[in-house]
């Protein structure tokens, strides 16, 4: 398969050599930087120079800038894509490039929030591309999606975006980022381990199984980061979200309002409980929050949530409490939610 690509993406980029010439477009006034950009370009584009200069490719010349893109792909398709998930702290050239590269070619989610094309990102990078060379791109980004070198979803959950939100060049490309999207969202949990976990997991998705699902804006910042979580959040049910997707997003739960902190934290609580929660880990919002915040938030914090939500967050926390080696600061936490279910 990745021989087919190496062979569609040589001949949609056929021609597409390094022009003679300067490189570097009109629009860079900076001499030192045009003067750098000159050099790293001068000759063939490796790892090292690609990794280091990609952010800087959208100063290219039109010509230059399909050149860079094809050494780029090249350079990725010549990669050991085992390699990347093998050892997370080689921070080799090889390894960085391969993120970089996918990352680069996603279009910036606070342009596809806002339905805008003025970003240099993935959605540029198409724009100056050719049909052909645009369909060669969305097959490189398919072969990741879809390789089984990859034991976590980073790099296949970033070629479903780049693909889904902007390359759909490609039928069967984009059919298969749907795919892998719709799945991230078709999450079946499988049985708890113990009786007791069983039952708790039953009792919160009892608790939340009616809790309205807020309107967007879900979020209440919206950088790059914040656009992203915007995003994929917006297209799934707390109850279906898969455990990783549900990690990948949970910063998203410090910006999130109360309504929406209501709707999702639960599939945290759950996937902690299930041992597949990885960063989600809701503790600092139900413990941090409540003992550091001053008593009008924490009211709005503990008001957002019913009776029957309030209860099985409680049932958590004390779960929790009994599983760490310092739970004071949970049990303080308790008291607060504890009185609050009382009243």
């Known amino acids: 398969m990745r021989k087919r690509v190496i062979r569609e993406v040589r001949e949609a980029f056929a021609g597409a050599e390094r022009p003679a010439g300067p490189v570097v477009g009109p629009d860079v006034s900076d001499e030192a930087l045009r003067a750098e950009l000159e050099r790293d370009f001068a ?5 090292a120079v690609i990794r280091r200069q990609v952010f800087a490719a959208h100063h290219l010349t039109d010509d230059a800038f399909r050149w860079f893109v094809r050494s780029l792909l090249f350079e990725v398709l010549a990669l050991d894509w085992d390699r990347y998930d093998r050892d997370p702290l080689d921070s080799s050239d090889e390894r960085t490039l391969l ?105 919160i998705e009892a608790a939340f199984a009616d809790t309205p699902r807020p309107a967007s804006p879900l979020l209440t910042f919206h950088d790059e980061e914040g656009s992203d979580y915007e995003l994929e959040l917006t297209a799934g049910d707390w109850q279906s ?15 999130m309002g109360p309504a929406a902190f209501r709707y999702f934290v639960p599939a945290a609580l759950r996937a902690q409980l299930l041992g597949v929660a990885g960063n989600a880990d809701p503790e600092f919002h139900l413990v941090s929050c409540i003992n550091d915040d001053s008593p009008r938030k924490v009211r709005e914090r503990i008001d957002a ?17 009994d599983h760490v080696s310092n739970p004071h600061s949970i049990r303080q936490a308790l008291a607060t939610w504890d009185a609050d279910d009382r009243s």
Do not use: K
Not at 43 to 47: E, F, N, P, Y
Not at 305 to 321: G, H, K, Q
């Open 43 to 47: 000759g063939d584009l490796d790892a």
């Open 99 to 203: 993120h970089t590269s996918v990352y680069w070619l996603r279009p910036n989610p606070i342009a596809v929030h806002q339905c805008r094309t003025d970003y240099r990102d993935g959605i540029q990078t198409r724009l100056r591309l050719r049909d052909a060379e645009r369909a060669a791109v969305a097959r490189v980004l398919h072969l990741l999606l879809e390789s089984e070198a990859f034991v976590y979803p980073t790099i296949p959950h970033l070629a479903s975006q780049a693909i889904a939100w902007c390359w759909r060049d490609d039928p069967a490309a984009s059919e298969a980022a749907e795919q892998y999207r719709a799945r991230a969202r078709a999450y079946r949990r499988p049985p708890a381990e113990t009786p007791d976990i069983e039952a708790l997991v039953q009792t």
């Open 241 to 255: 979200l898969e455990p990783w997707l549900v990690s990948m997003t949970s910063t998203a739960f410090c910006w």
């Open 305 to 321: 949530f019913s009776p029957a939500e309030r209860s099985a967050i409680i049932a958590w926390l004390r779960w929790r409490a």
